[in-house]
């Protein structure tokens, strides 16, 4: 893509440089209106090709040869203009063409800026979005370190609980050891005498 659009910049510098050569030509007389009328269409290529190049997104990078051309052009009406014979419409439609360039440039970038306008409305949209997210899941982060910690407490006390039953259960069955040992030993008596 970068080597397309250098080439379309060499061509296009190219198109500019044969532009001045044509303009540094002398011509006389009779041939003076034909030489004028290559010289605009020259003009007209190298505009439509600077138009193309804008629609495209490439301005930032053709702004220098456009200003070369403008330079080039400028020369153009002069010369029409310093042109008895030739009509004067061809400078006003020249003026208007580089009118017409930079409204066209305008406007161009007035509908880029508002793209990015949208497209920067879509993130900040989108941050909201994730924030609102955000929120919630510290929230429910919190909600779920509260019920760890109580279930953490709860489960300390049940084992608490468990090991004192433990403990009783077995004190229980010592007591009920010793009884049956007592009643053993006072029926062994009992029968022994």
Do not use: P
Not at 35 to 44: F, I, V
Not at 80 to 107: A, I, K, R
């Amino acid at each position: 893509m970068y080597q397309d659009n250098q080439d379309e910049d060499d061509k296009l510098k190219n198109d500019i440089e044969k532009f001045r050569n044509l303009l540094d030509e002398e011509v006389e007389g009779n041939h003076r209106s034909e030489y004028l009328s290559k010289c605009k269409q020259m003009s007209e290529n190298i505009k439509k090709e600077i138009q193309k190049r804008i629609k495209k997104g490439d301005e930032n990078q053709i702004m220098k040869l456009m200003k070369y051309y403008s330079q080039q052009n400028k020369r153009l009406q002069e010369m029409e203009y310093n042109n008895v014979d030739e009509d004067t419409s061809l400078l006003h439609d020249n003026h208007q063409v580089e009118v017409q360039l930079f409204e066209d440039n305008v406007t161009q970038r007035k509908q880029r800026l508002q793209n990015v306008h949208k497209s920067m409305e879509t993130v900040k949209s989108i941050y909201e979005k994730i924030h609102e997210v955000a929120t919630q899941q510290v929230d429910q982060m919190f909600t779920i370190e509260d019920n760890y910690t109580y279930a953490e407490n709860k489960t300390q006390k049940a084992s608490q609980e468990l090991v004192k039953a433990q403990q009783s259960q077995k004190t229980k069955i010592g007591y009920r050891i010793v009884i049956i040992c007592i009643l053993i030993v006072i029926v062994g008596l009992m029968f022994i005498k």
